[in-house]
């Protein structure tokens, strides 16, 4: 079965302090009526950090869950399965207050960065995450996370459990109908 797939085209500015990206090695999301915040933080120090901060829409968030998806299926025709992930023993959930007492957040970091799409890539080993904030007159990227592929399932599952949950307590985010196509000017 083939179908043929539009892509619009994406280009975006890549400030200097974003171009290098950052490493996560887990993610926390937190949601509330108008907006999700994904915390990625970086748990190979004492304490972790919190090394990026995404704020975006719940109708980015749907648009983030399907693309995940898409790639990650991608990745496994490409390269298999992710390997698994190690899951250590279940201990008692910490709050959210236990989590962030014991994290380290950086002040420029408290407001995050918004992003209102997301471009995702992989290799092999890793994917990456281009948060673009698409304002006029030049989208820019805001954040730029790379996440081990063994850890990429754990985290669409927990990004579709949190769209899940807040689609029970709000409602199903309004969906923006899709851009249409400029008609064709023909040839001078």
């Known amino acids: 079965m ?22 996560s090695t887990g993610q926390l999301v937190i949601d509330s009526p108008k907006e999700f915040v994904i915390d990625f933080f970086q748990g190979l120090t004492r304490p972790f950090q919190v090394n990026a901060r995404v704020v975006m829409t719940p109708t980015t968030m749907q648009e983030l869950v399907a693309t995940l998806q898409i790639n990650l299926d ?12 190690h899951v250590p023993p279940q201990q008692p959930r910490p709050s959210i207050e236990e989590i962030y007492q014991n994290f380290k957040l950086a002040d420029e970091m408290l407001s995050g960065s918004y992003a209102n799409s997301v471009l995702i890539g992989h290799s092999p080993s890793e994917f990456f995450f281009d948060f673009i904030t698409g304002f006029y007159p030049n989208p820019a990227v805001s954040a730029r996370v790379y996440l081990p592929a063994a850890h990429v399932p754990r985290f669409l599952n927990t990004l579709r459990t949190c769209l899940d949950n807040y689609q029970q307590r709000h409602g199903k985010p309004q969906q923006l109908p899709p851009p249409e196509e400029p008609p064709l000017e023909p040839p001078l």
């Open 2 to 23: 083939r179908e043929p797939i539009r892509h619009s085209a994406i280009s975006a500015r890549v400030p200097e302090r974003v171009a290098r990206g950052v490493y």
């Open 74 to 85: 991608n990745y496994t025709r490409s390269f298999g399965p992710p390997p698994p992930m």
